[in-house]
């Protein structure tokens, strides 16, 4: 039997008008293809809703996984209300939905048109429709970018989330937004640049002012304390001014390896604009603060990695990653930079040489177990499969055994009675063996497919520990390991004593080769 599936993608158009109150956009589409589907009597299996708006395939998941199933040859069609909801990326992206269908042959239903891939006619249709999308999203694109522009230049602040000291309001009989102070935050604020300056005689950096704002009990909008690169930011913002600033992180898009990747640099010379807001600071307080050196020379960073235990080593504590901290006349040490967290640091090169330790033994342990596979009859996956034996031969018993009650029944040796008692019995003695046979077998499958993925793995692993030491480049290593490492888990509870050279620290290693649960 043919198997359908719906996909349903809001558009810029539908949020638009579920704005001006026109109703939920995915409910009315949905309702649609689900009537054009009994009007073809067409099976509809799944329906994938796209939830987040995305220009490329790369940021919607349900239009990946539905391509997935495409290649595969699972649906016989898609429901969609125009082929324009399938790829409104660029041409790469078009020529990937493309190909999927055509090479899967898979129908795409629309309420207008049904389009067969394989069909010549069609096919072109099809792409001049995809064609006719991406023109329409750049036009839209452009005009957006034309309304951010002329609102900044009004002074109208136009991003979603307002900064720390003021709310986001909309403007009485205009289009767009402004800020207004708010009156608790924004005292948070004199204080900090206050304080930074020294204005009544005592002067505090970045970190001592967290603290103080922590000690009083003032906290930040999304955590419980405050860190010294959200005073930073604080400090050097115009906004307190009353300027609006625009293109601070603009979007830069690289193409790296032939996949285009997006970042968003600091622009140390954004648009500044006389904002519609009133200001916080005095712009003389806010001038002083920002002559000092910290301000006005950009830190300069290093684009390459110096640590290569970098988003690998996570605090078993608080769980936020481990970073290096690096000294000018020892070793560098890698810390947990959170303020309430206990976890004592160690050396950065000996929790390397732990870890890659810890590799060598891992493999070890993986060797032995794949061996006891096969010669071994007391590991626990041969017990396991042993009682996985027993519970099917049992289950036969008991289905063989309610057989023959029915038998009884009819036969008349069975009341009405006797056979409701012995078949309730049987019942849940089936049912609770049926129970335990679907457990142990998904336990059985799992340390099957764990013991193959370990040992697929091996040759990567044995290669990583081989090579290692080899490499001096920090990001190489670095990048090794996150192929085969998903993180490793930290702890420590007590310092080294002076001379002692051994670890006294805990690593649990947590590998990215093993199968997803």
């Known amino acids: 039997m043919e198997q359908y599936c719906l996909y349903l993608r809001k558009s810029r158009s539908d949020q638009e008008a579920e704005a001006r109150g026109e109703g939920e956009t995915l409910a009315r589409h949905e309702q649609a293809l689900l009537k054009l589907a009994e009007q073809h009597n067409l099976n509809v299996l799944t329906i994938y809703r796209e939830v987040v708006s995305g220009e490329t395939l790369a940021a919607r998941p349900m239009m990946q996984q539905l391509l997935h199933e495409v290649e595969q040859g699972i649906w016989s069609g898609v429901l969609v209300m125009e082929v324009e909801r399938l790829a409104r990326g660029d041409t790469i992206d078009q020529g990937i939905v493309a190909q999927a269908f055509k090479f899967s042959d898979t129908k795409i239903i629309t309420p207008m048109k049904t389009y067969d891939p394989n069909n010549e006619f069609d096919e072109e ?146 648009l500044l604009v006389k904002g519609l807001h009133p200001a916080i600071i005095d712009e003389q307080l806010f001038h002083q603060v920002n002559k000092k050196s910290d301000y006005t020379t950009p830190v300069n960073r290093s684009q390459n990695i110096q640590n290569p235990l970098a988003s690998i080593i996570v605090c078993a504590k608080c769980g936020h990653k481990m970073v290096r901290r690096p000294y ?50 007391t590991n626990t996956l041969s017990l396991k499969i042993k009682q996985l034996t027993a519970i099917d031969n049992d289950l ?3 289905c063989t055994q309610m057989d023959k009650t029915y038998d009884l029944l009819e036969q008349g040796i069975y009341s009405i009675e006797k056979f409701s008692e012995r078949f ?55 990048n090794l390991l996150k192929e085969i490492l998903d993180h490793v888990s930290y702890s420590k509870d007590t310092r080294m004593k002076k001379n002692q050279t051994e670890a006294n620290f805990t690593l649990k290693i947590y590998p990215l080769i093993l199968p997803k649960d």
């Open 424 to 478: 309730n019995t049987l019942s849940d003695k089936i049912q609770q063996l049926q129970i335990q046979q679907e457990q142990l077998a998904s336990e059985i499958k799992k340390e099957k497919e764990e013991i193959k993925h370990r040992s697929a793995a091996l040759p990567k692993v044995e290669k990583l520990i081989d090579i290692y030491w080899a490499i001096d480049d920090p990001a190489i290593r670095n």
């Open 125 to 270: 249709y099809f792409e001049f429709g995809l064609f006719m999308s991406r023109r329409e999203y750049k036009t839209i694109n452009r005009r957006l970018q034309r309304g951010r522009n002329a609102s900044i230049n009004e002074g109208k602040y136009v991003g979603s989330i307002p900064p720390f000291g003021y709310k986001r309001i909309k403007l009485e009989n205009d289009k767009g937004f402004t800020l207004q102070p708010d009156l608790q935050e924004a005292e948070a604020v004199k204080l900090i640049f206050e304080w930074y300056a020294g204005k009544n005689g005592e002067q505090l950096g970045p970190a001592l002012i967290a603290q103080r704002l922590d000690q009083l009990g003032i906290k930040p909008r999304k955590n419980n304390h405050w860190s010294e690169s959200s005073i930073r930011n604080i400090l050097i913002n115009p906004v307190y001014i009353g300027m609006t600033k625009w293109q601070t992180r603009a979007q830069v898009k690289k193409s790296i390896n032939g996949s285009v990747k997006k970042t968003r640099p600091r622009n140390h010379h954004p």
């Open 328 to 377: 000018v006349n020892k070793p560098s040490m890698l810390i947990c930079r959170q303020k309430d967290c206990d976890n004592i640091g160690a050396s950065l090169e000996l929790v390397e040489q732990t870890l890659i330790a810890a590799l060598k033994e891992w493999v070890k342990d993986v060797k032995v177990t794949s061996d006891n596979l096969t010669v071994s009859p």
């Open 396 to 398: 036969k018993i008991a």
